[in-house]
Nanobody, 123 residues
Framework: VQLQASGGGLVQAGGSLRLSCAAS????????MGWYRQTPGPQRELVAA???????YYADSVKGRFTISRDNAKNTVYLQMNSLKPEDTDDYYC??????????????????WGKGTQVTVSS
């Protein structure tokens, strides 16, 4: 499985960006997809995740501002980021897990990672 992320860039505070992640391989329709970001510490933070059935998870820091969605026909997951803040500046990574439950990916980490895409929010 390969995950190709795109859509990062530079935006002013209060602006919006949409990240996309295209997945290859036949796992897409039965797994959890999500977006992580690299915190200053060693762990990556799960920002948002979505199941194949459309159930979602959001970190408290992005609730009400970010929306995750997926298009199974296009094998693509999106992260719409609105009302961006300077503290959202980070490298964002698309990830996938073969288990259909978000909690499993939260507990064990993803099976697959895409390369990071950089998001920079200026104040």
């Amino acid at each position: 499985v390969q995950l190709q992320a795109s859509g990062g860039g530079l935006v002013q505070a209060g602006g919006s960006l949409r990240l996309s992640c295209a997945a290859s391989g036949n796992i897409f329709s039965s797994n959890v997809m999500g977006w992580y970001r690299q915190t200053p510490g060693p762990q990556r933070e799960l920002v948002a995740a979505i199941t194949s059935g459309g159930s979602t998870y959001y970190a408290d820091s992005v609730k009400g501002r970010f929306t995750i969605s997926r298009d199974n026909a296009k094998n693509t997951v999106y992260l719409q980021m609105n009302s961006l803040k300077p503290e959202d500046t980070d490298d964002y990574y698309c990830a996938a897990h073969s288990n259909p439950k978000i909690a499993t990916m939260q507990r064990n980490g993803p099976h697959y990672w895409g390369k990071g895409t950089q998001v920079t929010v200026s104040s």
